[in-house]
């Protein structure tokens, strides 16, 4: 069965910075497409970045652009998500996710309701 396991999630203040990994398992990587999407309580889910298997494509949301990183590994089946400057606002669970494709580029940024397959997700919470 596909396997998504999220870790670096924690606390930390507001400026910091966190990395997020995602090991993925159980399906062909190359042929996905990898995403962010963090959700807050009361609020809908947000795709915050998102990368082609071979990087051709990246893609942020407004509100991280500038701040975060997404960057994968391919040899060790990993996505990846450097936040810095972290705000309160960023405060969320945050889920990897698998995008099927079978094209090196995206047009944009999938909705998280495209998305194949989900991580059990990460918490991050930032004070202040």
């Known amino acids: 069965q596909v396997q998504m396991v999220e870790s670096g999630g924690g606390l930390v203040q507001a400026g910091g910075s966190l990395t997020l990994s995602c090991t993925v398992s159980g399906l062909t990587f190359e042929d996905y497409a990898m995403g962010w999407i963090r959700q807050a309580p009361g609020k809908e889910r947000e795709g915050v970045a998102c990368i082609s298997w071979r990087g051709a494509s990246i893609y942020y949301s407004d509100s991280v652009k500038g701040r975060f990183t997404i960057s994968r590994d391919n040899d060790k089946n990993t996505v990846y998500l450097r936040m810095n400057s972290l705000k309160p606002e960023d405060t969320a669970m945050y889920y990897c996710?698998?995008?099927?494709?079978?094209?090196?580029?995206?047009?944009?940024?999938?909705?998280?309701?495209?998305?194949?397959?989900w991580g059990q997700g990460t918490q991050v919470t930032v004070s202040s």
């Open positions: 996710a698998a995008f099927f494709t079978s094209i090196a580029s995206l047009e944009r940024m999938p909705r998280p309701h495209e998305y194949n397959h």
